[in-house]
């Protein structure tokens, strides 16, 4: 059994309020005691309550897969990583999603965005459940007394930052919820994405020194916080309007230098079930068909990619295809030609039974399923299961090396040299030949991410960053609702504020153009 975080979930009830956390996102959960009370007779408690935190970014609840933390939304269909999935790739140009259900063609077809999405609500209640939970524990922990109290503290703090870098990365601004107004009666106010920036960016500043440079497996260290950080600055001019690709560059270069992990030599196991014995995993989301079972963890990645129309679902460590999930030419596309590319990657489609055209993105044949993640160890053992047991690998050492790479490119420093050996480092672990220092543009790399980081949830953030998100300065298939793709408005850069949230709190008020 694998020795992660979630095996020391609560041994003892926290029965969380069961109120919508938009609406309520001041009000304490309900607890059996209190948590200072907890903790005065159990100051073990803590670690179980730290694991749920941890656990709001990949399960639907700690009590069983059909259950969900948050009245009225579907266990199933709302746990994070599903949605970031759902948000970032499948409204992006290499994944798309036949179910049709309400909410997946908008995402799907990048077309007729509008604020009463579930899938939008789901990724904001998430994040503003998991933040005022937060916020509660580090109210405990300013009057209790712990072991390790301010690693746990610093932990907490990155949690939260987590929460809120995919809100101002997704809806663009919010309301800012900390331990200082927590508990508080009145409505919070709207804060710009400018002004939540520099929140995170605080945050993580102040608490990158006070993390571990090792952890738990699962938990966060001072790598967690400082490629949070270089993700953050990444971006920074989309997000603020000012570039900081420099401060990226300093901070992606102490996860290279200092961190102490390494590209895994085989690709293939960053998407298995033993994946946590990786050292190139810096940051993961749990899953384990034993001990964390969710529909929305990487079980909906997994899951969604089989079918037993055209392959068996046994095969990648499964009892169920769900035949929802494939790619278009815009992701396999990039091999070249699938059947001769030297790369490892190019591997990881399925296309027999299906077509390379994706002539209706309704029609399971059209498009190549990805098995890039899989259920079964490297080696191919393991138990057929209904559930996942592979994590998710939310920040790894490739993204970094390519971070890196991107930052040299935009003229912020480092060295042109480490840029390109970083760039072959990552493509000749997969057998891709290697290129030279003519051919390393700023195009090159925002193919390179998607050859390596497509279906990992950052694809959408990418192309916005690139300018070619919205707009016609990149089309794909199914952009704008169009088979060979159209042109999108620039408001589609963030999502709508779902109509909940601005019902609940006023003081919200919605993304032009919705």
Not at 260 to 278: C, E, H, K, M, V
Not at 324 to 347: F, I, N, Q
Not at 386 to 407: H, V
Request: one cysteine or more; hydrophobic letters at 35%.
């Amino acid at each position: 059994m694998k020795n992660k975080i979630y095996i020391i979930l609560l041994s003892f009830t926290l029965a969380l309020s069961s109120g919508s956390c938009t609406s309520d996102l001041d009000t304490e959960p309900l607890v059996e005691l209190t948590l200072d009370e907890l903790l005065t007779k159990d100051p073990d408690a803590v670690k179980g309550i730290l694991a749920r935190l941890y656990a709001s970014f990949a399960l639907s609840s700690i009590e069983a897969a059909d259950k969900s933390d948050i009245q009225g939304d579907d266990p199933g269909e709302s746990p994070f990583l599903r949605n970031l999935v759902n948000l970032q790739d499948f409204s992006a140009d290499g994944m798309k999603n036949r179910w049709g259900d309400d909410g997946l063609d908008q995402l799907t077809t990048t077309s007729n965005w509008d604020e009463n999405n579930k899938f939008f609500r789901y990724l904001f209640n998430r994040i503003y459940f998991t933040i005022p939970q937060c916020n509660n524990l580090l109210t405990v922990l300013q009057n209790v007394s712990v072991d390790n109290q301010e690693q746990i503290t610093s932990e907490v703090r990155f949690l939260r930052s987590l929460a809120y870098y995919y809100l101002i990365d997704v809806f663009g601004k919010g309301v800012l919820s900390t331990e200082e107004n927590f508990g508080g009666t009145e409505l919070l106010p709207e804060v710009s994405r400018a002004d939540l920036f520099a929140y995170v960016e605080s945050e993580l500043l102040a608490i990158e020194s006070t993390l571990p440079t090792t952890n738990d497996y699962g938990r966060a260290t001072n790598s967690a916080a400082q490629m949070l950080l270089a993700k953050l600055y990444l971006n920074a001019e989309v997000y603020t309007g000012t570039a900081r690709y420099d401060d990226a560059l300093t901070y992606i270069s102490k996860v290279i230098d200092e961190g102490g992990y390494q590209l895994d030599p085989n690709f293939i196991r960053l998407f298995s079930a033993d994946n946590d014995t990786s050292n190139e995993i810096i940051f993961p989301l749990i899953a384990d068909a034993d001990n964390s079972r969710s529909y929305g963890n990487t079980t909906y990645i997994v899951n969604g990619n089989l079918s037993t129309d055209t392959m068996d679902p046994g095969d990648f460590g499964s009892t169920a295809g769900w035949t929802g999930h494939r790619a278009t030419k815009a992701w396999y596309g990039l091999y070249g030609d699938l059947a001769t590319s030297t790369d490892d990657r190019a591997e990881l489609f399925w296309t027999e039974g299906h077509n390379y055209e994706m002539d209706d993105y309704r029609e399971w044949e059209d498009g190549y399923p990805s098995i890039k993640f899989r259920n079964i160890n490297t080696d191919g053992s393991g138990t057929i299961t209904e559930f996942s047991s592979t994590d998710f690998p939310l920040f790894r050492l490739a993204d970094a090396y390519l971070i890196y790479a991107e930052c040299v490119l935009r003229n912020a420093g480092g060295n042109p040299t480490t840029a390109l050996q970083y760039v072959n480092d990552v493509r000749e672990r997969s057998n891709a030949s290697t290129i030279t220092s003519s051919e390393l543009t700023l195009d090159f790399i925002l193919d390179e991410r998607a050859r390596e980081l497509n279906l990992e949830g950052h694809r959408r953030s990418d192309l916005i960053r690139f300018g070619k998100f919205t707009g016609n300065a990149y089309i794909w298939p199914w952009k704008g609702g169009v088979k060979n793709g159209t042109s999108i408005p620039s408001t589609y850069n963030v999502y709508p504020i779902p109509a909940s949230a601005i019902q609940a709190n006023p003081n919200l008020t919605q993304n032009p153009g919705y």
